[in-house]
């Protein structure tokens, strides 16, 4: 599950606003240099990303996993034509490229999140983006964070009380259907929990935020990301 986690890893000892100017300049580079001589020096550099974060590849991949079926879907459509030959596997490149570089950013977005505090993230973005707008993004991706592992778990967890009831011998359509509104119950359920625990818990817009602040072990993640956004525009 894509949360944070404490450790003691490069990554988490950088400034949150580094990190994400890093993966800016990942994400405006994969989509500027979608070649496979680009996607390859950023197949390189997502590694010593994840090296940095303590992260195995494989892990990550099984964290994302639910989005692959739509990454691997794109190409394989791609190759389709409605007269013959049927099917032209040169037509697939460009999808495929475009969808592996879709899975390098997936890579390096879940490398912040596991060694980033969700209030640190929250105080980068009011830091980056001054005034009620800020707060707003900073509200926003706060609860995305802990609310998207929380309902992940609740799919997840339809799904296997639905297998001991031996659900999977019903159809595919049923299936699908009792997990979706089984998610969204107990979405609109924990949502209302969550403007109560708001309310309860007095939330305001201006809370004591950790203080952040740029050192030295910053600066190699600053020049990469400025790095990465000059060869994006060239």
């Given at each position: 599950?894509?949360?944070?986690?404490?450790?003691?890893?490069?990554?988490?000892?950088?400034?949150?606003?580094?990190?994400?100017?890093?993966?800016?300049?990942?994400?405006?580079?994969?989509?500027?240099?979608?070649?496979?001589?680009?996607?390859?020096?950023?197949?390189?550099?997502?590694?010593?990303?994840?090296?940095?974060?303590?992260?195995?590849?494989?892990?990550?991949?099984?964290?994302?996993?639910?989005?692959?079926?739509?990454?691997?879907?794109?190409?394989?459509?791609s190759m389709v034509v409605f007269r013959p030959p049927w099917l032209v596997p040169t037509a697939a490149i460009e999808p495929?490229?475009?969808?592996?570089?879709?899975?390098?950013?997936?890579?390096?977005?879940?490398?912040?999140?596991?060694?980033?505090?969700?209030?640190?993230?929250?105080?980068?973005?009011?830091?980056?983006?001054?005034?009620?707008?800020?707060?707003?993004?900073?509200?926003?991706?706060?609860?995305?964070?802990?609310?998207?592992?929380?309902?992940?778990?609740?799919?997840?967890?339809?799904?296997?009380?639905?297998?001991?009831?031996?659900?999977?011998?019903?159809?595919?359509?049923?299936?699908?259907?009792?997990?979706?509104?089984?998610?969204?119950?107990?979405?609109?359920?924990?949502?209302?929990?969550?403007?109560?625990?708001?309310?309860?818990?007095?939330?305001?817009?201006?809370?004591t935020l950790p203080l952040l602040e740029l050192s030295p072990r910053d600066v190699p993640s600053v020049l990469l990301a400025?790095?990465?956004?000059?060869?994006?525009?060239?």
């Amino acid at each position: 599950m894509l949360t944070y986690e404490p450790g003691s890893s490069i990554a988490h000892s950088l400034d949150p606003r580094a990190k994400l100017a890093v993966q800016i300049g990942i994400a405006l580079a994969a989509f500027s240099h979608t070649t496979p001589r680009g996607l390859s020096i950023l197949t390189v550099l997502t590694g010593c990303i994840l090296a940095s974060a303590t992260l195995s590849p494989l892990n990550v991949l099984h964290d994302v996993r639910y989005a692959l079926p739509f990454l691997i879907a794109g190409p394989l459509l791609s190759m389709v034509v409605f007269r013959p030959p049927w099917l032209v596997p040169t037509a697939a490149i460009e999808p495929a490229l475009a969808s592996y570089r879709v899975l390098l950013v997936l890579f390096v977005s879940a490398a912040y999140v596991r060694t980033t505090p969700i209030r640190e993230s929250r105080a980068a973005i009011q830091l980056v983006v001054p005034g009620r707008v800020g707060r707003l993004l900073g509200v926003g991706v706060a609860l995305v964070f802990r609310f998207l592992p929380v309902l992940i778990a609740d799919l997840s967890r339809a799904r296997v009380a639905m297998q001991a009831r031996l659900g999977t011998e019903r159809r595919l359509t049923d299936r699908m259907r009792l997990v979706a509104t089984t998610g969204v119950r107990r979405a609109f359920g924990r949502a209302d929990r969550l403007g109560m625990a708001l309310r309860a818990r007095c939330f305001a817009w201006n809370p004591t935020l950790p203080l952040l602040e740029l050192s030295p072990r910053d600066v190699p993640s600053v020049l990469l990301a400025v790095a990465l956004v000059t060869w994006s525009f060239v």
